[in-house]
């Protein structure tokens, strides 16, 4: 039979047990997140190329990628009548930049020369990431309608010229799978050695049924006499996994800066101004680099700092003043390969020995709880139980209040009750039948906490409840001016006692003026009416402003606090533009 709680207690224990808090290890010091969390991934974190090195003829377990040659009056497909596959040395010529290439050849007449390259995404994925990376999708059907989800784009880069009757044009063509057609054709008409790029981001359209993608390089038909010759120096795949397809190790990342210069990944933390912080990592490849840019609360750059570097190991830096966060991000300088491992940042001026940061998981615990056992932290959950009795205590009081006439020796005045007419003013009539009902919304229980019912005279059992300067309960005979002032006098009182004032000012244009106020405010408010609190160019059209501490641009300031009221400013040549003459502007001041 299952256990009921029956205290605040026992309810408690009941559902704390359902919880585990587990500690993954690392380290408090190291404020930087794995890379797989948290992170800002330059997409060519995740690329990397196919190509035809160490490809032997014939054979797809050293390099599963094809290339063939041919020549006819039309394209041939992937599966149509090639003349044959290269050969291993050809492979090898086409395997690097390397000024060699090869070259198929036609003369017959109306006949293209023709290269295909086929690159089997399959086994690129599964010779650089791993079978796990595929999860259930076991078979060939499985796995590549996997890929057509878990790729986002290729880029194939082809390296060759052509030469025809027609000059020197040379094509790069696309396989559709749908269409059974090549589409998307680029060509150039250059006499040496020029790079094609192609770009596709439509898998369902590129991968065929066996996780196959081609392409095609051809040139201009001969005429019979001059020959249709297509020149291949070199060709590569760049394949772009999507995010979160690949899972990152934790504190390695490798960023191939193959097409791009300043492919940077970054992270974006908390960091206070004016600490001091050290970063540290092993960077591989030259030109590779770590650096910090420390941003301001708009998350606008302050400034950045020196880098880290495959020489440099470690960096310290000091955040300037307007720091709230702090930018770390990891880039090149040049193309390559790029490795980053064991990125820290730690406050501190030196660096320490590498740990990776701290983190917890909440997991449900498994089961049902049949009984509340022995409490967990019993201190702080017997605290709770008698907090909550003792509001359980004051509430029955309040009510009590509300619903009993306080004692006396005159059932005539013991039944009396405070009420307040329809101006707000005090006054202590007999109830009805209706006042008895209604006495929790018209009954001020809260200004006689004493007992103004025990009297045996009018004199007595009319007296008004005031309250003093101080917001004091107090008695006193009422005289025409206090009845009639009563509703002023409170409503004075509650506005003097408010922890705020607000109001709206107009600008009229000066550099700084002050907004009056009745006391020095620890923090102030402005919005301009019809604008937001920044500019679309930064400007201040109002903020949060507190004692010490102003709105301001790392500049100039736009709003701060002084005695006994604010200072606001404008000028037409920077960004203050919180005293814009003929602008209206909304104002909470706070004490």
Do not use: C
């Not at 492979?91 to 690097?96: H, N, P, Q, R, V």
């Not at 709206?504 to 009416?529: E, H, K, Q, W």
């Amino acid at each position: 039979m299952a256990y009921t709680p029956t205290t605040w207690k026992d309810r408690a224990v009941q559902y704390a047990k359902r919880y585990f808090l587990r500690d993954n290890g690392g380290s408090d010091k190291n404020l930087l997140p794995p890379f797989n969390e948290g992170w800002t991934l330059h997409e060519n974190t995740r690329m990397k190329q196919g190509n035809y090195v160490g490809k032997v003829s014939a054979s797809t377990v050293e390099n599963p990628n094809i290339s063939k040659y041919g020549s006819a009056a039309a394209l041939i497909a992937p599966s149509g009548s090639w003349s044959g596959e290269l050969n291993t040395t050809d492979y090898g010529k086409i395997a690097t930049l390397n000024a060699t290439s090869i070259s198929p050849a036609t003369s017959t007449n109306t006949y293209q020369a023709q290269s295909i390259f086929s690159f089997d995404l399959i086994e690129h994925v599964l010779r650089n990431y791993g079978s796990s990376v595929f999860g259930v999708a076991v078979t060939t059907p499985e796995r590549v309608a996997w890929l057509k989800l878990n790729i986002a784009k290729f880029n194939v880069n082809w390296h060759g010229y052509g030469s025809s009757p027609s000059g020197n044009k040379a094509y790069l063509g696309l396989w559709n799978t749908s269409s059974s057609l090549y589409d998307g054709t680029l060509n150039h008409t250059n006499g040496t050695v020029t790079k094609i790029t192609q770009t596709s981001t439509n898998m369902t359209l590129r991968i065929d049924t066996s996780g196959f993608v081609h392409f095609i390089a051809y040139a201009d038909a001969s005429n019979g006499t001059t020959a249709s010759t297509i020149n291949t120096d070199f060709v590569e795949l760049e394949v772009y996994m999507a995010a979160g397809s690949i899972p990152q190790a934790d504190y390695t990342l490798t960023l191939r800066g193959a097409t791009a210069y300043v492919s940077a990944s970054n992270v974006i933390i908390s960091a206070t101004a004016g600490a001091t912080y050290t970063l540290s990592g092993i960077i591989t490849g030259s030109g590779g680099y770590s650096d910090i840019n420390w941003l301001d609360i708009y998350g606008a750059t302050i400034s950045g700092t020196g880098a880290i570097t495959p020489s440099v190991t470690s960096m310290t830096a000091t955040a300037p003043a307007g720091t709230v966060s702090a930018k770390v991000f990891f880039s090149n300088t040049v193309y390559g390969t790029f490795t980053f491992t064991n990125p820290q940042l730690e406050l501190g001026s030196s660096a320490t020995s590498f740990a990776p940061m701290k983190t917890y998981d909440v997991t449900q615990a498994p089961g049902i709880v049949t009984q509340a056992g022995t409490p967990l932290n019993a201190a702080n959950l017997n605290t709770l139980e008698t907090g909550l009795q003792t509001a359980a205590a004051t509430m029955d009081t309040h009510i009590a209040l509300q619903t009993t006439v306080h004692g006396s020796t005159s059932a005539a005045t013991a039944n009396k009750l405070i009420h307040r007419d329809a101006n707000g003013r005090a006054k202590v009539v007999a109830p009805s039948a209706s006042d008895d009902i209604a006495i929790k919304d018209t009954v001020d229980v809260h200004a006689a906490l004493t007992n103004p019912h025990n009297a045996t005279s009018a004199a007595t059992a009319s007296r008004l409840v005031l309250r003093d300067a101080n917001g004091r309960a107090q008695f006193a005979d009422p005289s025409a001016a206090q009845d009639a002032s009563t509703k002023a006098y409170t409503d004075t009182t509650a506005a003097a006692a408010r922890p705020y004032a607000s109001g709206t000012y107009t600008g009229d244009g000066t550099a700084s003026r002050t907004i009056a106020l009745a006391f020095t405010p620890a923090a102030v408010l402005v919005i301009a009416r019809n604008a937001s609190m920044r500019g679309p160019a930064g400007e201040i059209n109002g903020g949060l402003a507190v004692t010490g501490s102003d709105v301001n641009t790392g500049v100039v300031s736009g709003l701060s606090v002084t005695t006994n009221g604010f200072v606001v400013n404008y000028n037409s040549g920077d960004e203050r533009r919180t005293n814009q003459n003929a602008v209206i502007y909304h104002y909470v001041a706070f004490k």
